[in-house]
């Protein structure tokens, strides 16, 4: 798969870590990153992490990509700012990531809800055929979540469930956080060292 240019959308379910150490990875891979975060996923990622990502997309891309250590290729854009490119099927992107998504995030995009920006470029992404990667992070799943989840990966989303391996024995948080990282990695189709594969 040729990936270029990837939307990220975190939301405001447990994991923002995810979703950091994933933009790390893809610009270390040559993705021109669009990123956003929903009201809630702020507010999480500000809990956990201590990134600030309100504000002015500006300073929201200036604080992201310092704390990560990055330069450029990366872009922070507002929730509800429906005329970023990527909510258009015109300029879809190569691929979207919701990570962390939320139960009511994946709730909406299943009914084809489009109030902000996260919920239209999902929808682009599964009219245009292109892929859309949900990564929820909930416990336990109700029958509510697990008819949306079956209903999006019917019309073609990628459920990638926040589920670390235990068999290559991570011996930190962060490796833990690798192989999901990983995960998401390979259903792009993009090579990776992050954690060791069963057998070898």
């Not at 996923?41 to 604080?63: F, N, Q, Y």
């Not at 691929?95 to 682009?124: F, K």
């Not at 697990?146 to 989303?157: K, S, T, V």
Request: hydrophobic share 45%; glycine share 8%.
């Amino acid at each position: 798969m040729n990936v270029q240019h990837i939307f990220l959308a975190m939301t405001g379910a447990s994991g923002s870590v995810y979703g950091l150490r994933l933009i790390e990875e893809l610009q270390r891979h040559g993705c021109r990153l669009t990123v956003t975060a929903s009201a809630s996923g702020r507010l999480v990622c500000r809990e956990e992490t201590g990134l600030d990502l309100s504000g002015e997309p500006s300073a929201a891309t200036e604080r992201l990509c310092g704390r990560l250590g990055l330069a450029d290729g990366i872009r922070v854009v507002a929730p509800d700012d429906l005329f970023v490119a990527a909510a258009s099927g015109s300029a879809a992107p190569d691929a979207m990531i919701v990570v962390p998504c939320s139960m009511g995030t994946l709730a909406r995009i299943a009914c084809g809800i489009s109030a902000n920006l996260i919920e239209r470029v999902a929808d682009v992404m599964l009219k245009e055929r292109r892929p859309l990667l949900l990564v929820p992070r909930e416990t336990p799943f109700s029958e509510i979540h697990l008819e949306n989840m079956l209903r999006l990966a019917r019309a073609g989303a990628r459920i990638i469930p926040a589920m670390p391996a235990f068999y290559q024995q991570p011996r930190s948080i962060d490796d833990m956080v690798d192989f999901m990282v990983g995960k998401i990695l390979d259903q792009l189709g993009i090579e990776h060292e992050l954690f060791r594969r069963w057998g070898k």
